[in-house]
């Protein structure tokens, strides 16, 4: 079962300003480069659109976007995949984000009352109110990245579960949380969890890949924090190399493997190749 009504977590403005500061590019600088109107880029990072699909072309083509991703966004038609087949089943927890939304994640076998969490939302009461009825216990807790809307909720999780192991990326500063180094593999009933550690974003990041345990051909998941989005992918807060290097990693993923991101609607490794502006 898949609960999924998330908008895109960025527009056609954000996804150009994105790549325009990835590429040191002022709204002038690439105006010129693109043959488009400095303003009309301006407008467009205020969510102003008025592009023909010319300039749409022209700025996807300056800024080494993928046209069809960029032009899927400008038309407001970014396609979204029907998430099905997951020998498991996944809640989306979605906490409100300033204009978004923050995800969080339990996964669980549908027949069983625990699951094991990812991330912990933007808002403790917000965390409460969409927690699946069903999941009264935790067998772990996995955190992407220690910022506010990805870990608000901890406190209050570990009061309500007990005694339960969190696990996060390495140096970040999270409380009683165990560290976890690249390829780490962990069991928890029938899942295992394998870490990928991928700074970019932050400087302390990690996606988690979930499997069923003994099942190797079964579709997997893959949690992707603040790195990859359905239609687009992480501001490049502490390196945008590396960022762009992990991008690509994840994208060579099986592309049936579906992809829960910290924020926005969920979407498969398949689409975003065919899709996400940013391919590398
Ligand atoms: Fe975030």
Known sequence: MVIEHAPLEDELGDVLEKAARCAGLTEDALGVLAGVAGDKIRDAFDYRYDFSAEEIRRLATALGLNETGVSALATGHYPL???GGLPFCLYPLRTPHGIGVANAYVVADCCAQRGILFDTGADTEALRR??????KKLDAIFITHPETEHLAGLADVQKRFGPVPVFGPVGATIPDAVALQEGTRMTFGVFEVETLATPGHAESHNCYVVRVAGVPSSRTLLVSGDILFAGSIGGAYFCSERLKKHVKRLLE????TAVAPGHGPLTTIANERTYNPFLF
């Open 130 to 135: 969409v927690w699946p009825a069903g999941i």
């Open 253 to 256: 993923l099986p592309p049936e």
């Open 81 to 83: 995949p029907v998430i």
